[in-house]
């Protein structure tokens, strides 16, 4: 008999960067993510072009939850 994997939770968001982040800024936003959706169970992608990001994240939904709160938090971008 096969076990259940928990319930996968998905979430995909599009936002802008209050200023343009210099590459130093986006390879830390990047390390920092990893390090932090890995704490928590999340996998996805991030994307940015000219000013704008596009992410999306999975896993479960304490994870996903919480990833969700910190990208809300970012001074980052709106």
């Known amino acids: 008999m096969m ?3 928990p319930p996968l ?3 995909a968001y599009e936002s802008r ?3 343009i ?3 130093a800024q986006l390879q830390r936003l990047l ?3 990893r390090s932090f959706n890995l704490q928590v ?3 996805g992608v991030l994307l940015y072009h000219d000013g704008r990001f596009f992410q999306y994240i999975e896993g479960g939904a304490e994870g996903v939850q919480a990833v969700y709160a910190r990208i809300l938090a970012s001074t980052m971008h709106h």
């Open 21 to 23: 982040p210099d590459s």
């Open 9 to 11: 939770h998905g979430l």
């Open 41 to 43: 169970g999340v996998t």
């Open 17 to 19: 960067a209050f200023r």
């Open 3 to 5: 076990s259940q994997s």
């Open 31 to 33: 390390e920092d993510a």
